[in-house]
């Protein structure tokens, strides 16, 4: 099992930019694709994310394609995500999560590919 730790969250301006990471401990996290999430309240999880095992490939929501880039450091075990120009509607609590497989499959974007959570950070946009 991983244990991932989220931080970077906060109070932005829209327009504004935030870099979120997530720090790995525990079994060998470069084996594992990674992908962020958010759930903004009232809403369901939704997938924002994900990178492979290597770094090699990445893909986006629709929602975000543009603005955020996702990148890892294996070295570090740690996967981050480059928010910019943020809007109001990207206000949520984010959360990073170990994929249970190496490479991106067609269910990247599934809650149900990803075996292990971290505990969220907030991020907040005003307007």
């Known amino acids: 099992q991983v244990q991932l730790v989220e931080s970077g969250g906060g109070l932005v301006q829209a327009g504004g930019s935030l870099r979120l990471s997530c720090a790995a401990s525990?079994?060998?996290?470069?084996?594992?694709?990674t992908g962020w999430f958010r759930q903004a309240p009232g809403k369901e999880r939704e997938f924002v994310a994900a990178i492979s095992s290597s770094g090699g490939a990445t893909e986006y929501a629709d929602s975000v394609k543009g603005r955020f880039t996702i990148s890892r450091d294996n070295a570090k075990n740690t996967v981050y995500l480059q928010m910019n120009s943020l809007k109001r509607e990207d206000t949520a609590v984010y959360y990073c999560?170990?994929?249970?497989?190496?490479?991106?499959?067609?269910?990247?974007?599934?809650?149900?590919?990803?075996?292990?959570w971290g505990q969220g950070t907030q991020v907040t946009v005003s307007s």
């Open positions: 525990g079994r060998i996290f470069s084996d594992s694709a």
């Open positions: 999560a170990r994929n249970r497989y190496a490479l991106l499959s067609g269910s990247y974007y599934a809650t149900r590919e990803y075996d292990d």
